[in-house]
Every structure is written in structure tokens, then in C-alpha cells.
């Protein structure tokens, strides 16, 4: 897999991680630890390493030709750097046709319009490419910033998943939010 989506009008682009994006990738995650600590698992520090960053992108990659998981960098098309990750994963095949959506962006990107952007972008992949029906993700119930990506990407709320993951440690409520394909369509959302 080798393309790039763009949003022109949100001022990012999409494209899948690979081995050669390790280090930039590498330096997102750093520059961000501690600041995004609170919303992510606690990680060995081994993760936080060149080694650690090439492991998970070549699983990822192993992830993509069993379709499994798809994992793009964010960039911002006006400094064409790597900004942030999003990932559609967990995909399920068969009768479900669904899969989740993962994601972070730099802490100094965020509030303008970036992440929104590069959701929609997800979605559009997800429904036109994967050909899933349905995207699902689930966030910390104190997450407005998340909360609010989603729902301008036509999200809606499902519920709340009790202790659902562990995110620093602990066992978490989450908010869970899907879209359907149909949703998406009807909703007019531009081609990629």
C-alpha cells in the first residue's frame, strides 16, 4: 500500500507508516509522552525507541497484508511533517464488517481542525476502500477534544463501556461512538 490521502481544506494528508518513518515517528511519540500519558497504556520504555518504534510499524505492516489493522501518519501538507498517527484496527471481517479507530496528534497541532480532518479521511478509507460498514471508537469520558473530532465527523454516542481499557494504569470508562456507512454517505462527506 503506497498513496496519500489528502483534505486540502484541513491542511493534512495521510499516508501509511513505514520502516523509513520510524525515526520521525519516534520523535512524535517523545515529543508527546508525557503529555498524552494520561490517554494512552502505560508502555515499557523499550516502546520509546527506534527498535521498539520499527517493531510496531513492521507489525502493523504484517497487520495490513493479513487486514488486520491500517496505520497512516498525519502530516500537515504545509510543513510535510509527520504530526500525528491514526489507525483503523481491530477490523472484523464476515457478518461484522467493522474494525476500530486509534489515534493521536502533536499536543502543539492540536485545536486546529487537524485530527477532524484526518478522521474523515479514516472514515472515507474504511467505507469507499475496506468496504466496512461500520467504524467504532471508544474514548475517556473526560476527553471533550476527542469527543468533539468525532462528532463533527458525524460520530454518534453509543454508550459507556465500563473499566473498558487500562490507559495509565488503571482501568478505564469509555465513551464508545460509531459510524455507519450509510451515515457517512448521506452525510456528504467529499471523495478522497
Do not use: C
Not at 504545509?78 to 496528534?105: K, P, S
Not at 460498514?133 to 454516542?157: C, M, T, W, Y
Amino acid at each position: 500500500m503506497s498513496f496519500i490521502l489528502t483534505n486540502q481544506s484541513a491542511g493534512i494528508y495521510l499516508a501509511p507508516i513505514r520502516s523509513q518513518n520510524a525515526e520521525s515517528l519516534l520523535e512524535l511519540r517523545l515529543r508527546n509522552r508525557s503529555v498524552h500519558s494520561r490517554y494512552e497504556p502505560e508502555r515499557e520504555d523499550g516502546f520509546f525507541t527506534l527498535k521498539g518504534q520499527k517493531q510496531l510499524i513492521l507489525q502493523r505492516m504484517e497487520d495490513e497484508e493479513l487486514d488486520r489493522a491500517y496505520m497512516f501518519g498525519i502530516y500537515s501538507a504545509e510543513e510535510e511533517r509527520l504530526i500525528g498517527q491514526i489507525t483503523i484496527n481491530n477490523i472484523v471481517r464476515g457478518v461484522g464488517q467493522f474494525a476500530d479507530l486509534g489515534y493521536f496528534i502533536d499536543h502543539k497541532h492540536q485545536g486546529r481542525g487537524f485530527m477532524t480532518g484526518a478522521v474523515g479521511l479514516a472514515a472515507e478509507y474504511a467505507f469507499q476502500v475496506l468496504g466496512l460498514h461500520r467504524l467504532q471508537a471508544a474514548i475517556l469520558l473526560h476527553n471533550d477534544a476527542s469527543r468533539r473530532v468525532l462528532e463533527k465527523n458525524g460520530f454518534q454516542p453509543e454508550g459507556i463501556a465500563r473499566r473498558f481499557l487500562k490507559i495509565n494504569g488503571q482501568w478505564q470508562d469509555h465513551r464508545t461512538y460509531a459510524l455507519l456507512a450509510d451515515e457517512a454517505s448521506s452525510a456528504g462527506n467529499p471523495p478522497m
